[in-house]
């Protein structure tokens, strides 16, 4: 058997560096990378990336910054129990190699999104890749209608991105509201769950895309109301959640039914698998 | 490009030549209906009349294991990506598997592109042989229409009584032929005797499951919460016999495997098990829906290895009786 390079390797990965780590929660940090050589990633709000640490192996992680933020790019990870790729990312620093593969797979229509009002959905850690499009439409603010945004979390303490969060409740050209499951001494926001905000939000079925990005359970309730506004299941964009290893539609791991998570999506519009059994 | 034949006798100087230039992989009897892909020196290890070999070709095509990438952290981040390739000449490839490899060959073509799988496949040979007849009760190759040729080789070889007949396919084909110098060229009494085979095979070889080919799909999908798919989950013991020796399973995996010190190592790619119904419906409906193209090759394999007797051919036959 011979070895030979093969440097457009689909596996091949792309140099990169972290240039600072953030601590955003207990369980989440942010890390800023860079990838090297000059290279730059090209990237849509809501795509994601394979990202490596030698000895250790690849994880999907979503791309959680807007590819309008230039020269580096943003991954929210969250150290889970056993995972035992996010606790090794969880141990890096300002400074150490990663490797990127990516970006991979279909990201926010944000072209078909111009000149429609937008109702954004996030749940939990939803919020990660709904940061790439809640700040790419911020930066391209006058391209879109009327901006509601939706936030729901479990409690305070696990809200993520929270300065960000605050810059966006000052925005006039934004609506935004945010709920927390369960509230705690100092919080004064709403508390309940994230669809007790819907009914209130005033919007036109007609002229609206709406995205709903969270945790599974989360989805099903979510739409119910989307749908009680008559925002038809075209105009739904869902992000799933598989466990993408290869990234380029072969290896079989994120598969759904006939649809490959890693190629097909994650976005989907919500006509296109919400009869697929086991998808949300 | 002429056409050809090969005198039995000359088989073995057939093999011996193209096996002193290439590595020559072919069916050798492992034991009571077991033969296997392997490399041979003379014709005489070679087994012609084989039931379908324990692993299909498609074990040169997408190894077990391979390198993908190997890295070196000693020193920043050092790393190449590799693809591991052998230029082999695969002799004796019945149809069913020829169609296994074209299907292998959709998906890792299909963009992005496989570059690690297609590097592989341009280094290897491919000469067919044709099935006269059934290799045994398992085979539903009639119902996928691969008892007959549909390319997917350089030459292929159709046992006509006391010589081969060539079909010489591509232009590598023609080149292993003459560098072997000893063939004869076709006539049109070979060419009759060829096509007399096939029609003789019409008879022999009939629709094993009397379920029409394209009406299958539907019925995957028509059937997705069938009762039959509890029945064979119960029985299933997820022992991977019939993904690993399925000649379109490609399922793998990516995972590290770091060397001692843990600072150098190789990013590695294995093949993987999957679940029955999942399994049955990336055979007979998915890739259909993607691809256009059925992805079994009714070669039987699953059936044979099955440890719970979970059968293919029945289990379309259940599903047809059920949604027709």
Known sequence: ?280 | MQNAILRKSHLNDFISKLAAMEKVMAPVAKGPKHFAFEEVKSAKEISLRYIPTILPPKKYFMPQHETLLEYDTREGQKMRAVAEVEKIVLFGVHTCDLAGIQCLNIVFSDRPKDLNYLIRKNKIAIIGIECNEYCDEHASCALMGNHIPKGGYDLFFTDLGDYFFIHVNTQLGEELLDKTGVYEKATIEHMNALEDLRNKKKEIFKNEVDVDKNTIPELFKKGFDSPIWDELGERCISCGNCTNVCPTCYCFDVYDDPDLGAKTGKRIRSLRKDRKRHRFNRKFRYPVERYGKFFCTGCGRCTRVCMAKINLKDTIKSLAKEYK
């Open chain 1, 1 to 280: 058997m011979e070895k030979m390079s093969i440097n457009r390797s689909a596996y091949r990965i792309k140099e990169a560096k972290i240039l600072s780590v953030r601590r955003l929660t207990d369980s989440e940090k942010l890390f800023d990378i860079a990838l090297q050589n000059g290279e730059s990633l090209d990237y849509e709000p809501g795509q994601f990336a394979e990202v490596s640490i030698f000895g250790v192996g690849e994880a999907p992680i979503s791309i959680c910054s807007s590819p309008t933020k230039r020269g580096s790019f943003e991954l929210c990870v969250r150290a889970v129990g056993d995972g035992r790729f996010t606790n090794a990312m969880h141990k890096l620093e300002a400074g150490d190699d990663v490797g990127i593969r990516g970006p991979f797979g279909v990201g926010f229509p944000v072209q078909l999104f111009e000149g429609n009002d937008l109702m954004l959905v996030a749940g939990g850690l939803g919020i990660a890749p709904l940061r790439s499009l809640i700040n790419y439409v911020i930066d391209n603010r006058r391209d879109f209608g009327k901006v509601n945004i939706l936030l729901g979390c479990k409690t305070p303490l696990n809200m993520l991105f929270g300065d960000e969060i605050e810059s966006w409740q000052k925005r006039i050209d934004i609506n935004f509201s945010c709920t927390v499951d369960r509230g705690a001494p100092d919080w004064k926001g709403n508390v309940g769950l994230i669809t007790s905000l819907i009914p209130g939000v005033d919007l036109d079925p007609e002229n609206t895309f709406a995205v709903v990005v969270g945790p599974p359970v989360m989805y099903k309730f979510v739409i119910k109301e989307l749908t009680g506004k008559n925002i038809p299941d075209h105009r739904i964009l869902v992000s799933l959640e598989r466990h993408m290893k290869c990234g380029l539609g072969k290896c079989g791991h994120c598969q759904i039914h006939n649809i490959y998570c890693c190629q097909d999506g994650p976005v989907f519009f919500y006509d296109r698998i919400k009869d697929l059994k086991g998808a949300i």
